[in-house]
């Protein structure tokens, strides 16, 4: 007997494709209704498990049986005058078409309709304003390690907040100097204030073992203060203190606390080489009160908080003009009010370092142990470019106060100007054990991460950003910076449109790059403040005189202006104007060595723009000798783990103007697969002798076509 036939002659080939066929359109149309009605999990495995153990029976019975006109009977029983088999097998045909159609049609719908459904809805539900504060739990926690929760203000008049506050920040301070000890920043301990949480939520979250709380009630000169040391794994009270004292007493109390919670947690300081830490008492209790309310104005980085907290030390200070802490406050106040690049006012940098570092120089002066002095000094060393003595303050500080989250973050932003990428990961990665709730470290860690081209690990530093912040505009930042590095330009739209409606400072440039990189030139140029998208705009839409003329006039207002100066010379470049490129750069560096020395590290732009004019301007010497420094540079970034799609397309460039052709060509398919979109590549100078190369035009039609991909998405024409 010939198998095949009998299975067919018994349809058992069409039952097998009829079952999986209605099994999978059961699965699929499952997958969709079941989390509608929040099915749980376990219906979808029972039901995939049901319809695999159903396949064989199916088959079994279709082989032994058959539908007759009386009925179901062993096939072994019916004649050949009985048997409709041929008659079953043409029903049978015609619905397997029919469920063909129907998963044809379901197919179609799941893809077209209801997936860009689920994905705008989950882009959504990740950046809703409302979402529920979910913090992320953290490791393990180390054996000794504390979290200090803001004590509670029990004051009669509900108005000394800002005191109790303090008083636990101070106690933080203490215990964070502790080398043994792991102590949480106060951006993460402070997180929890106002939230009815539970201590073992609070202390899994910040991945601690122990937890002080406790409260402060103030009246007048009169002190009440309790405090309580609390185990996290079973709630136990390991210690609790009060104290009813005079308001003068509150700097021995801090110290008094700090020594017993080391006590408590069988911290040996003598075995470590160190004394109990001791709080400094202030000369003057009306200055240290002023000091208590403009500390946590400047821990919120706003313009107005800052004004307010300069103000409030400038008053504090007359009081005690020797008061090292406020000194070092006021110092750091006064940077951040500084204008241009990480600052919150409009006071110019040079003028803000000329307040700023006497201020350092007298608190040193008068407490040479003061960690936070010797951080801002950190700071205004980075600021000036002066990268040794910068990380010489900031050892400085992190000696006397491992904990000190600004210290490792300015110790971090040094290290990231100074182009060491794996060490101020190292360093952000510390950050986020000691404060795992911070904002700004978390935002600069996932760009670490996506400079090592570690993209999926920046992703899931961003979801935590969003999960705990969901409506923050470094949190929206980084959601776009993850989609628009990855190419998805179209879903880079969501966050950088939701920075817009809150009105995010940083909303023009993230929404200038998104609008850019899909080629929606009018779009760059309706933002304002961000000159050098706009630039790039006007040379997309063949408005090179007037991107000139714009940048010339800024670079006349501001001589000194590094970005504008850079700015203008590869608009230059951009617009073909080589022999002006040049002038600029003799005029405004000299030479390749002066070029070096004035911009970062990590900078390529101007290099690129200067050598490309020498190439085209004939000049091989120069060229040479471009090619050389910029070649230094990207040895170095190698060698510091940068494998982003931007380093990579820097190194495309490179190699074109070197007349490397076959790295070029390599280099610029990694970087489009690593997601790097450029509307204007075949514009670019970098690759003028590239354009008529049959590879580099069919990377240039993939990089149009991957643009016109998102730019369909966004309901947009195609590029041509």
């Known amino acids: 007997m010939n198998l095949l036939a009998e299975l067919r002659r018994r349809n058992v080939i069409r039952m097998a494709g009829l079952y999986l066929v209605g099994a999978w359109l059961i699965v699929q149309v499952a997958a969709t209704l079941l989390p509608v009605f929040e099915a749980p999990g376990w219906m979808m495995k029972t039901l995939v498990a049901l319809l695999a153990i159903g396949f064989i029976p199916a088959l079994v019975v279709s082989w032994v049986f058959e539908l007759t006109s009386d009925g179901l009977k062993r096939d072994s029983?019916?004649?050949?005058?009985?048997?409709?088999?041929?008659?079953?097998?043409?029903?049978?045909?015609?619905?397997?078409?029919?469920?063909?159609?129907?998963?044809?049609?379901?197919?179609?719908?799941?893809?077209?309709?209801?997936?860009p459904g689920r994905g705008a809805a989950a882009a959504v539900a990740a950046l809703a304003p409302n979402q529920t504060w979910a913090p992320e739990p953290v490791k393990t926690p180390a054996a000794a390690s504390i979290a200090v929760l803001p004590f509670a203000d029990m004051s009669q008049a509900k108005d000394q907040e800002y005191f109790s506050d303090g008083l636990s920040e101070e106690i933080l301070n203490l215990l964070?100097?502790?080398?043994?000890?792991?102590?949480?920043?106060?951006?993460?301990?402070?997180?929890?204030?106002?939230?009815?949480?539970?201590?073992?939520?609070?202390?899994?979250?910040?991945?601690?073992?122990?937890?002080?709380?406790?409260?402060?009630?103030?009246?007048?000169?009169?002190?009440?203060?309790?405090?309580?040391?609390?185990?996290?794994?079973?709630?136990?009270?390991?210690?609790?203190?009060?104290?009813?004292?005079?308001?003068?007493?509150?700097?021995?109390?801090?110290?008094?606390?700090?020594?017993?919670?080391?006590?408590?947690?069988?911290?040996?300081?003598?075995?470590?080489?160190?004394?109990?830490?001791?709080?400094?008492?202030?000369?003057?209790?009306?200055?240290?009160?002023?000091?208590?309310?403009?500390?946590?104005?400047?821990?919120?980085?706003?313009?107005?908080?800052?004004?307010?907290?300069?103000?409030?030390?400038?008053?504090?200070?007359?009081?005690?003009?020797?008061?090292?802490?406020?000194?070092?406050?006021?110092?750091?106040?006064?940077?951040?009010?500084?204008?241009?690049?990480?600052?919150?006012?409009?006071?110019?940098?040079?003028?803000?370092?000329?307040?700023?570092?006497?201020?350092?120089?007298?608190?040193?002066?008068?407490?040479?142990?003061?960690?936070?002095?010797?951080?801002?000094?950190?700071?205004?060393?980075?600021?000036?470019?002066?990268?040794?003595?910068?990380?010489?303050?900031?050892?400085?500080?992190?000696?006397?106060?491992?904990?000190?989250?600004?210290?490792?973050?300015?110790?971090?932003?040094?290290?990231?100007?100074?182009?060491?990428?794996?060490?101020?990961?190292?360093?952000?990665?510390?950050?986020?054990?000691?404060?795992?709730?911070?904002?700004?470290?978390?935002?600069?860690?996932?760009?670490?991460?996506?400079?090592?081209?570690?993209?999926?690990?920046?992703?899931?530093?961003?979801?935590?950003?969003?999960?705990t912040f969901p409506d923050y505009q470094q949190s929206l930042a980084a959601r776009g910076s993850d989609l628009y590095d990855g190419g998805q330009l179209a879903d880079a739209h969501v966050p950088a449109a939701r920075m817009l409606a809150i009105g995010s400072n940083w909303a023009p440039l993230a929404n200038a790059v998104i609008h850019y990189r899909v080629g929606d030139f009018d779009r760059v140029l309706s933002l304002q403040g961000i000159p050098t998208f706009r630039a790039r705009a006007l040379l997309a839409l063949g408005r090179s005189d007037e991107a000139i003329a714009d940048l010339r006039e800024q670079l006349a207002a501001t001589p000194d202006d590094l970005d504008a100066g850079e700015t203008l010379l590869t608009t230059l470049t951009g617009a073909g104007r080589f022999d002006e490129a040049l002038a600029l750069y003799r005029e405004r560096w000299g030479d390749i060595k002066a070029l070096d020395a004035d911009v970062g590290p990590t900078e390529s732009g101007p290099f690129e723009a200067i050598a490309a004019a020498q190439r085209a301007t004939g000049d091989k010497k120069g060229l040479a000798e471009t090619l050389a420094n910029w070649r230094g540079r990207l040895d170095f970034w190698r060698e510091q783990g940068y494998a982003s799609g931007e380093f990579v397309m820097t190194e495309a460039r490179f190699f074109a103007l070197a007349d490397e052709r076959a790295a070029a060509l390599k280099a610029l398919t990694q970087a489009i697969d690593l997601g790097v979109r450029d509307p204007l590549l075949d514009r670019d100078p970098a690759f003028a002798e590239l354009r008529d190369v049959p590879e580099f035009k069919a990377q240039n039609a993939r990089m149009t076509a991957l643009i016109n991909i998102e730019r369909a998405k966004l309901g947009m024409a195609p590029l041509p």
Not at 387 to 405: G, H, V
């Open 77 to 115: 029983e019916v004649t050949n005058t009985e048997s409709v088999a041929p008659q079953t097998a043409r029903r049978m045909d015609r619905m397997i078409i029919v469920v063909l159609l129907l998963a044809l049609g379901y197919f179609a719908l799941d893809k077209f309709v209801l997936a």
């Open 176 to 467: 964070a100097q502790i080398r043994d000890l792991k102590v949480i920043g106060r951006t993460s301990s402070f997180a929890f204030k106002g939230r009815n949480e539970d201590l073992r939520t609070i202390g899994n979250t910040l991945g601690v073992a122990y937890l002080l709380e406790g409260s402060v009630r103030k009246a007048g000169n009169d002190l009440r203060i309790s405090a309580q040391l609390i185990s996290v794994e079973d709630g136990s009270h390991l210690w609790s203190q009060s104290y009813d004292r005079k308001l003068e007493n509150v700097f021995a109390i801090q110290s008094e606390i700090a020594a017993s919670i080391a006590q408590a947690l069988k911290i040996n300081l003598l075995a470590a080489g160190q004394s109990a830490p001791v709080a400094q008492a202030a000369a003057s209790l009306p200055a240290y009160e002023l000091f208590l309310q403009a500390r946590p104005l400047i821990q919120g980085r706003t313009r107005s908080g800052l004004e307010a907290a300069r103000g409030l030390l400038e008053e504090a200070l007359k009081f005690d003009p020797n008061y090292a802490p406020a000194l070092a406050a006021l110092a750091q106040t006064v940077l951040h009010l500084r204008s241009g690049s990480g600052g919150y006012g409009d006071i110019p940098l040079d003028q803000a370092l000329a307040i700023a570092g006497p201020l350092l120089d007298k608190a040193l002066a008068l407490d040479p142990t003061l960690a936070e002095a010797h951080a801002v000094q950190g700071l205004i060393f980075t600021d000036q470019r002066d990268f040794a003595r910068a990380e010489a303050a900031l050892t400085k500080a992190l000696a006397q106060n491992p904990n000190l989250p600004d210290a490792l973050h300015w110790q971090a932003i040094l290290l990231e100007r100074s182009g060491r990428l794996r060490e101020s990961l190292a360093v952000r990665q510390r950050l986020d054990a000691i404060d795992p709730l911070n904002v700004g470290n978390l935002v600069s860690l996932g760009g670490r991460l996506r400079d090592l081209g570690k993209l999926t690990e920046a992703q899931a530093v961003t979801a935590r950003l969003l999960r």
